[in-house]
């Protein structure tokens, strides 16, 4: 070789020839100039036939060895002598690895190279602890051989030792022998893992890595659950009996416990993961538990499988294609509800479409509480394509476009569309509509477009806001594309952008959700000025704007509900989305036009910043995310001060930033402060830590020293948002005096302030104005139907409270928003 590989990798002849011969095939055509292909073959008979009739065709090819040992010998001895052989500075000895990816896997190897790390997980994490090691061995989820790059350089030579029996986790076993001692990182995988093909260890490999756990434990306390693994090993293959047995088990199990009945089925699904019962149980636990994602997962891969079982048996293909499904709705009626807090289960008509209605058995096992209220609105199909009682005339569409509209998004709405219509195919193309109540005449508009079937048009009529994750939601639950575009009625794809965000889907399997370069958006690094001119058809990111997401529909991908209006659902589904192992995308040859605003600006949405901190307080709740708030523990009183992290959501802060606040303000530092002069931005700070803190007496204080002066706009919100949460009007006004209050938010604390005190006279002057500016504000419905109430205009309070409830009814008071007409 000219010069040293970054990447060794070793391939053994210790697995079925099929997947050997194929990943061989997979890694000659890379032809990565940094890596090294070692073939170790001990078995002759294997060499001589197929693709290895060629071996000194094979020799020549550069950076491929073929090393042929005289008598077949174990996986860990061929391996052995591949190290031996190898040059490269990291190892990699996969036994199966599918649709690998030349572009990840160069990047991997750059970021690995630049890391002084041991070893590299791909796409997993490794056990905290021996009890976890334990406890995955048992159920098979240990990173297996391929998940693993071993930085030779890391781990002294004594110990880069391998050992028999382990199969496919014969580097696993080197990894828990050094690992404690060695620093390690996970990392994206650069080929697909199939998580549903996951096999419990035969029980030989679990004894000889239970031998080896055993020789690195002393305490006895420790050994004990290793022998008692040892001594319930079973070497007899589970029968079909027994497997119906843990089943019933499991079945009874799940009315008094769902998760222990799910943990059940899980241990038995790691040694017979095809075993059909165990399968359908899962479902029906995992919807039981709410954990709706991964039943709709597990459904679509039960439903591929079939359908690839069915074409390969015509017979049986044509006598389902013929079976009646069930009606969408149990009445008959195109009525549903709307989805409440959680993930909405999948309905009935995804049952029908996926072909699982033969699980309908196991499910009705089961109890659930049917007297628990939903808390669900109704909704109407409109005259959208309605199910049908045969599966095979209800189509399946390349891509499902679902685009979420409320308030006055009628014109927005008509644009979008028409450039649809002018770069989709409505023969691949399905488009669904959410019409969050709107305000104006899109009802209408929509039952128009009906009417011509236009784009093969489904419409859904909320009688209320379901906000956006909600509403989404809905749409990907009656979707029957392969791919899912959630667009924002004010974004404006370019030609060809659409096209693009599919091909990436489809080429590259690792990707669960891409997005376009946009002119405008809260994303920063999706900015097409922003990005600089690639090569690559796309660049990996770690959040979209939710303006334009394309999903793939396999994935089972939904929003979270738990985030009302507006706000995070799409960090938050980016962060599912790479928990469980896709990448997020945004492709580089793709643009769109994102008229930012124009849908939430009419709501009134950006005026007050508070919808977005206390979602910012769920999203880093629900991630462990936020940021760090210890207070400096060193330095004097004002650098201290200075120093003092506030949190995000100013009026929410943590117990422990409280606490630290209270051991930090001592009335000893009080009166240093007291005595002390500030400089205006030191006083500032002093003011926004005092204010966070609800410290109101040391407040006022300090206030006193910042009547004179131009404050920032950030700190004038801050305190006029402060003393009206508190009812102190006087000291609302007083700060709404200043030059610097200016602008939308501050007309709105003045009107919301003589609404409260009773002051009708200049009260609608100042309501129109911002009538004007945000049209579709709920704040301002709820104000005018307060207006009528004080002039005791019942009638006209009741119509505009209504409107409010309808427009944001999360908000609202607890009062009925009025039936659309149909």
């Avoid at 995804?350 to 628990?372: C, M, Q, R, V, Y």
């Amino acid at each position: 070789m000219t010069a040293q590989p970054t990447l060794s990798v070793l391939l053994t002849m210790h697995t079925e020839p099929d997947r050997f011969a194929s990943l061989v095939e997979t890694l000659l055509d890379f032809e990565l100039p940094d890596c090294e292909l070692i073939i170790i073959s001990d078995r002759h008979e294997a060499v001589d036939e197929g693709l290895w009739q060629l071996p000194d065709a094979l020799s020549s090819r550069k950076n491929v060895f073929v090393e042929r040992l005289p008598s077949p010998v174990g996986r860990a001895t061929a391996l052995n002598r591949g190290l031996a052989l190898a040059q490269g500075s990291f190892i990699w000895a996969p036994q199966q690895a599918s649709r690998l990816n030349k572009m990840l896997m160069r990047e991997v190897l750059r970021k690995v190279s630049a890391e002084p790390e041991a070893f590299w997980v791909l796409d997993q994490s490794l056990p905290s602890d021996p009890a976890e090691w334990l406890n995955q061995l048992h159920r098979g989820h240990l990173p297996a051989d391929e998940q693993l790059l071993i930085n030779r350089s890391a781990i002294p030579p004594q110990q880069l030792l391998f050992r028999e029996g382990l199969g496919r986790y014969t580097l696993t076993e080197l990894i828990y022998r050094v690992h404690k001692r060695r620093s390690w990182q996970k990392t994206d995988s650069f080929f697909v893992i199939d998580r549903q093909a996951r096999h419990r260890p035969p029980a030989t490999v679990r004894q000889e890595f239970l031998f080896s756990m055993l020789r690195m434990t002393i305490e006895t306390e420790d050994r004990q659950p290793l022998l008692d693994a040892l001594s319930t090993l079973d070497f007899t293959t589970p029968g079909k009996e027994e497997g119906e047995s843990i089943v019933q088990q499991a079945r009874a199990l799940a009315e008094e416990d769902a998760r222990r009945a799910l943990e059940m089925i899980n241990n038995h699904l790691a040694s017979q993961p095809h075993h059909t019962e165990a399968l359908k149980l899962k479902v029906a636990l995992l919807e039981q538990l709410r954990r709706h994602v991964e039943a709709a997962e597990l459904k679509y891969e039960l439903n591929r499988k079939r359908k690839n079982e069915s074409a390969k048996d015509p017979a049986s293909l044509t006598k389902r294609d013929h079976q009646v499904q069930p009606n969408l709705f149990s009445d008959g009626s195109n009525k549903i509800s709307e989805p409440s807090n959680e993930i909405s289960e999948p309905s009935r008509a995804d049952e029908a479409d996926s072909g699982l209605s033969e699980l309908d058995e196991p499910f009705s096992l089961i109890k659930t509480n049917s007297d628990e209220p939903s808390g669900q609105e109704e909704t109407d199909y409109g005259n959208s394509t309605a199910p049908d009682s045969d599966e095979t005339t209800r189509p399946h569409y390349e891509l499902s476009i679902i685009i979420p509209t409320a308030g006055q998004g009628r014109h927005l709405l008509e644009s979008c569309l028409i450039r649809l219509e002018e770069l989709c195919d409505p023969h691949t193309t399905e488009l669904i509509i959410i019409d969050n109540a709107s305000i104006d005449d899109t009802f209408d508009y929509l039952n128009q477009l009906s009417e011509v079937d236009f784009f093969n048009i489904r419409v859904i009529t909320n009688s209320r806001n379901a906000g956006f994750a909600r509403s989404v939601n809905q749409g990907m639950e009656v979707a029957q594309g392969t791919y899912h575009l959630v667009m924002h009625n004010d974004l404006l794809p370019d030609p060809g952008a659409i096209q693009e965000m599919v091909y990436i889907m489809e080429n590259n399997p690792h990707i669960g959700v891409t997005g376009p370069l946009i002119d405008n958006g809260d994303v920063e690094s999706q900015l097409a000025g922003n990005i600089g001119a690639s090569e690559e058809s796309y660049i990996k990111t770690d959040l979209l704007d939710s303006c334009c997401m394309l999903f793939r529909a396999s994935a089972g991908t939904r929003f979270n509900e738990v985030y009302g209006l507006a706000f995070y659902e799409s960090a938050d589904v980016c962060r599912e989305l790479a928990g469980r192992g896709y990448n997020i995308a945004i492709a580089t040859d793709a643009t769109a036009t994102h008229l930012h605003r124009q849908t939430t600006g009419p709501m009134g949405l950006h005026l007050d910043p508070w919808l977005r901190l206390e979602n910012a307080d769920i999203y880093n709740a629900r991630w462990d995310l936020g940021p760090d708030l210890r207070f400096p523990a060193k330095g004097d009183i004002f650098d201290r001060i200075r120093s003092i992290p506030l949190p995000a959501n100013i009026f929410n802060p943590p117990g422990y930033w409280l606490d630290q606040m209270e051991a930090l303000f001592t009335s000893e530092v009080r009166t240093v402060i007291q005595g002390t002069h500030f400089e205006d931005e030191d006083l500032f700070k002093l003011i926004r830590v005092l204010l966070v803190a609800d410290r109101r007496d040391f407040l006022r204080q300090m206030e006193e020293r910042i009547i004179d002066s131009d404050l920032p706009e950030e700190l004038l919100r801050d305190l006029v948002r402060y003393y009206f949460r508190h009812n102190i009007y006087s000291r609302c006004k007083l700060y709404l005096e200043k030059p610097q209050a200016t602008g939308l938010l501050f007309d709105l604390y003045r009107l919301r302030i003589k609404i409260d005190e009773k002051e009708i006279a200049g009260s609608v002057e100042l309501l129109n104005k911002l009538m004007e500016a945000c049209p579709c504000h709920p704040e301002l419905y709820w104000i005018a139907a307060e207006m009528h109430h004080i002039a005791g205009n019942e009638e006209e309070a009741e119509s505009f409270s209504m409107l409010a409830e309808q427009l944001y009814p999360e908000r609202g008071r607890d009062i009925d928003a009025f039936e659309i007409k149909y």
